[in-house]
């Protein structure tokens, strides 16, 4: 199995990762290879969306729903 080192991470990211791994029972390193597994392995949602236009035959015939929830604005401070 190979290993990768992480060099210049944030020791807030760290502690995170350390407090997720904590809560999944698992050790830090466990945890950051699930993560990076789950990661590397999630299907590409562009080439989801191409397969999707194939099977339907093209773009033109996608069913794009109706959007009825209100749009929403976000304050960061």
């Known amino acids: 199995m190979s290993s990768i080192i992480v ?3 944030d020791p807030s990211v760290k502690r995170q990762l350390a407090v997720q791994a ?3 029972g698992r050790s830090l390193e466990a945890e950051v290879w699930d ?3 789950r990661a590397a392995t999630r299907p590409h949602i562009g080439l989801a969306l191409a397969q999707a236009a194939r099977e339907v ?3 033109d015939d996608l069913q ?3 959007r009825t929830d209100p749009a929403r604005s ?3 401070e």
Do not use: A, Q
């Open 22 to 24: 904590k809560e999944h």
């Open 64 to 66: 794009i729903p109706e």
């Open 57 to 59: 035959g093209g773009v």
């Open 74 to 76: 976000v304050d960061f």
């Open 7 to 9: 060099r210049g991470l």
């Open 35 to 37: 993560i990076l597994t």
